[in-house]
């Protein structure tokens, strides 16, 4: 089924979403997206069902014919503050925060947001495979992830965050077993549960 413009029939309707809430290390990063009304796009979607050229591809084209768009990062530290519900929510807000325009609308990917100022907003659950705007939001925080992740990795080879991103992987997990955790890792996470111990 083809993505939808718009939810709301407004058309300063922002879509928002975030990557990174699953990972042990690194930020959770957030986007929020204004398209155009007649925007479209044959390979847009949800950027998980993307491969990581396809998403590299749309990047530069959703920048260029966005309305608005803006990326933002909640680093490990304050995720261990927050938690990461209201980590990723306050990432969401702080991308809404920096748009150009202000969207008098805002669509949220999944079925958790806090109101942003006085603008309705709606959560819809896998928002970013069903509206064009959370999509393109959800291949920005995704791939803008990726790149902050793989610089990174060039500082910390051992755990191949160029590979896996910051996901618990095995070979993450493994890597943390062996050398320890360092500051990029998110401390209130768990990062060796016990049944992850009993594979190595």
């Known amino acids: 089924m083809p993505l939808l413009a718009n939810f709301s029939g407004n058309n300063l309707e922002a879509g928002t979403d975030e990557a990174g ?7 959770v990063v957030a986007a929020a997206v204004i398209l155009p009304e007649n925007f479209e796009h044959p390979l847009l979607n949800d950027s998980k069902k993307l491969t990581e050229k396809q998403r590299k591809l749309l990047l530069p084209i959703i920048q260029k014919e966005a309305l608005a768009y803006s990326v933002a990062y909640v680093y490990q530290q304050e995720i261990d503050e927050l938690n990461i519900l209201q ?4 990432a969401m807000h702080r991308a809404i925060d920096q748009l150009t325009l202000q969207p008098n609308f805002i669509i949220v990917d999944g079925n958790k947001f806090r109101p942003y100022k006085d603008i309705p907003s ?7 495979g069903k509206y064009l705007s959370i999509a393109a939001a959800s ?3 995704k791939t803008y992830r ?3 992740m793989e610089k990174l990795h060039l500082d910390f080879p051992a755990y191949n965050w160029k590979k896996n991103k910051g996901y618990p ?5 493994k ?4 050398t320890g955790s360092c500051e990029h890792h998110r401390q209130s996470f768990k990062l060796l549960p016990e049944e992850q ?3 190595f």
Not at 169 to 173: A, L, Y
Request: proline share 3%; charged share 30%.
């Open 21 to 27: 809430r699953g990972c042990l290390a690194g930020p």
């Open 169 to 173: 992987t095995k070979e993450h997990r």
């Open 146 to 148: 990726d790149m902050y």
């Open 139 to 141: 291949v920005l925080a």
């Open 122 to 128: 709606e959560t819809i659950v896998k928002g970013d």
């Open 197 to 199: 111990l009993r594979l």
């Open 175 to 178: 890597a943390i077993l062996e």
């Open 87 to 90: 980590a990723s929510i306050t």
